[in-house]
């Protein structure tokens, strides 16, 4: 089996990615649809240079796909075509439970004439939030919708007293309605911990973001 995975570079992709590879499958791939105007990729505002780190550390080949907001839909369906010719007869997501998400992923594979995988699937939202935590993986708060969680969240690491926190605030800790978004940084499949700074919040209306961006060091 030849998998590529959908990856955003948080904690639901990257949980997905540790499933996949204890069953034996790690994907061939890291695709990430990266928002061309912006500059980041696409949801959780991870710039090119921190992916790259992320995925240096992983150890898996990363693919960038630069497109718009109407191109998103026919760019994600090239590149698995793309996968598709390459030898991939798979494509993995970490889709949890919104059944407009999967039947879309679904779609654009069958197209593709890929298979779907949904490591997540079905399983209940707050104990994936936990496990990726206690697996051991740094997840970091990238972004929050301001309606639902204050700025002071953004650049902590997802944990028992954060979980707890949100959930006081009324706020599923999964983030599978768009709440907020993470980057993983730290973790048993990374070789080393990816090096970052903060340079601060950005207020971008509806969202705040941390600019959380690679750090050059020595090696």
């Known amino acids: 089996?030849?998998?590529?995975?959908?990856?955003?570079?948080?904690?639901?992709?990257?949980?997905?990615?540790?499933?996949?590879?204890?069953?034996?499958?790690?994907?061939?791939?890291?695709?990430?649809?990266?928002?061309?105007?912006?500059?980041?990729?696409?949801?959780?505002?991870?710039?090119?240079?921190?992916?790259?780190?992320?995925?240096?550390?992983?150890?898996?080949?990363?693919?960038?796909?630069?497109?718009?907001?109407?191109?998103?839909?026919?760019?994600?369906?090239?590149?698995?075509?793309?996968?598709?010719?390459?030898?991939?007869?798979?494509?993995?997501?970490?889709?949890?439970?919104?059944?407009?998400?999967?039947?879309?992923?679904?779609?654009?594979?069958?197209?593709?004439?890929?298979?779907?995988?949904f490591p997540l699937w079905g399983e209940a939202r707050v104990s994936l939030a936990r496990e990726v935590v206690s697996i051991g993986y740094e997840c970091v708060i990238k972004c929050v919708r301001n309606a639902d969680l204050p700025p002071h969240f953004l650049g902590r690491a997802m944990g028992e007293d954060v979980i707890a926190e949100m959930q006081a605030l009324g706020v599923d800790p999964s983030g599978e309605g768009g709440e907020f978004h993470t980057a993983v940084l730290n973790g048993p499949l990374f070789t080393r911990p990816v090096a970052y700074e903060n340079r601060g919040v950005l207020d971008l209306g509806p969202i705040s973001v941390a600019d959380i961006v690679a750090k050059k060091i020595d090696r």
């Open 1 to 117: 089996m030849k998998t590529v995975l959908s990856f955003s570079g948080g904690k639901d992709s990257v949980l997905a990615l540790h499933k996949l590879a204890a069953a034996g499958n790690t994907p061939s791939e890291l695709l990430v649809m990266y928002n061309r105007d912006a500059g980041r990729s696409w949801f959780h505002g991870i710039e090119e240079p921190l992916l790259r780190e992320i995925a240096a550390s992983l150890g898996i080949p990363l693919r960038v796909c630069p497109c718009g907001g109407e191109e998103y839909h026919l760019a994600m369906r090239v590149e698995l075509e793309r996968a598709r010719a390459e030898g991939a007869d798979s494509a993995a997501f970490g889709d949890i439970d919104v059944s407009e998400n999967r039947a879309w992923c679904e779609e654009q594979c069958a197209a593709a004439g890929l298979r779907a995988i």
